[in-house]
């Protein structure tokens, strides 16, 4: 089987040592990987999160399987692109990605649900979180700051 890891950090060279092992792997690519990992797999410069791209390189060299490492592609629709391609991909939909892609979109869909999780709050404003963080018992606390541009002004 001719195997493609989408990625190139620690976690994709763990998949990749670990795949590259299995006797039903003939041929082993990873894009972009990296110097541990072409020690195991042919590295190919697409990155990670070009999808257009990756989906090319898969079609091209005639992947049988495709394991997608990062979060921010799955996020980004890949396995769904693979999907459409008809080329089998081991990862979430880009429904399902947001699970691990937002931990926002993860705690109110707990809080709907009435699935058990940490309590939570969102802010924007920067006095209301700070109030908020000083009413928490900071052995059992988590601040996540997210934004591409996150700004609170003072």
């Known amino acids: 089987m001719r195997i493609l ?3 190139g950090g620690g976690r994709e060279h763990a998949l990749c040592w670990a795949i590259a092992a299995s006797p039903l792997c003939t041929k082993l690519f ?4 990296n110097a541990g990992i072409a020690q ?3 590295c190919i410069e697409v990155g990670a999160e070009d ?3 990756q989906v ?3 079609q091209r060299e005639k992947i049988d399987f495709v394991v997608i490492g ?3 592609p799955l996020v980004a629709g890949m396995a769904d692109a693979f999907t ?3 080329i089998k991909v081991f990862g979430p939909s880009k429904k399902a990605a947001q699970l691990e892609g937002s931990k926002s979109f993860t705690k109110e869909l707990c809080r709907r649900h009435d699935i058990p999780t940490a309590a939570y709050e969102r802010f924007t404003d920067l006095a209301e979180a700070e109030a908020y963080i000083k009413k928490q018992n900071w052995l059992r606390s988590q601040v996540w700051v997210w934004s591409p ?4 002004k003072k």
């Not at 990873?30 to 990987?33: D, V």
């Not at 541009?149 to 609170?152: I, V």
Request: charged share 10%; glycine share 16%.
């Open 149 to 152: 541009n996150a700004r609170f």
């Open 30 to 33: 990873c894009a972009p990987g």
């Open 40 to 42: 195991v797999a042919d």
């Open 51 to 53: 999808i257009p791209g």
């Open 5 to 7: 890891v989408v990625g």
């Open 70 to 72: 990062p979060d921010a």
């Open 84 to 86: 459409v391609a008809g």
């Open 56 to 58: 090319a390189l898969a």
